[in-house]
Nanobody
Framework: QVQVVESGGGLVQAGGSLRLSCTAS????????MGWFRQAPGKEREFVAA????????DYADSVKGRFAISRDNAKNTVYLQMNSLKLEDTAVYYC???????????????????WGQGTEVTVSS
C-alpha cells in the first residue's frame, strides 16, 4: 500500500514563497518518479511538476516555469515543491503524486499514472 502525505500549504501574499513537502512510503521511493498536481476551485486537476526517480529529469507546466522548483531527497523518501513569486492564480489544492510504475526514462503528466496524497491547500492573497 503506497501512502502519500503532503504538508506545507497555507496562506501567503502574492509575490511570496512557500515550500511543500511530501513523503511516500510503502515501496522503494528512489525507484519512482514523483510529481505535483493542483486543482483550483471549479477547475480540473492540472499537472504542475514532476521529477524522475534519481532527480535528473524534471518537467514543469508552462504556468510555473521559472517560479517553481521540484526536488527530492531519496534518503528521506521526500519530494519538495518550492514555490516562489506566487500569484493569485496559484491558489489551489496541491496534490503530491507518486508514479504507479517504476521510472523508465520518460516522465508522465497523466494523472491516472499516479497515486495521490490527500492534498494541501495553498491560498495566495493580494
Amino acid at each position: 500500500q503506497v501512502q502519500v502525505v503532503e504538508s506545507g500549504g497555507g496562506l501567503v501574499q502574492a509575490g511570496g514563497s512557500l515550500r511543500l513537502s511530501c513523503t511516500a512510503s510503502g515501496r522503494t521511493f528512489g525507484n519512482y518518479a514523483m510529481g505535483w498536481f493542483r486543482q483550483a476551485p471549479g477547475k480540473e486537476r492540472e499537472f504542475v511538476a514532476a521529477m524522475s526517480s534519481a532527480g535528473r529529469i524534471t518537467d514543469y507546466a508552462d504556468s510555473v516555469k521559472g517560479r517553481f522548483a521540484i526536488s527530492r531527497d531519496n534518503a528521506k523518501n521526500t519530494v519538495y515543491l518550492q514555490m516562489n513569486s506566487l500569484k493569485l492564480e496559484d491558489t489551489a489544492v496541491y496534490y503530491c503524486a507518486a508514479e504507479k510504475s517504476p521510472f523508465r526514462g520518460v516522465l508522465t503528466t497523466t494523472p491516472e499514472n499516479y497515486y495521490w496524497g490527500q492534498g494541501t491547500e495553498v491560498t495566495v492573497s493580494s
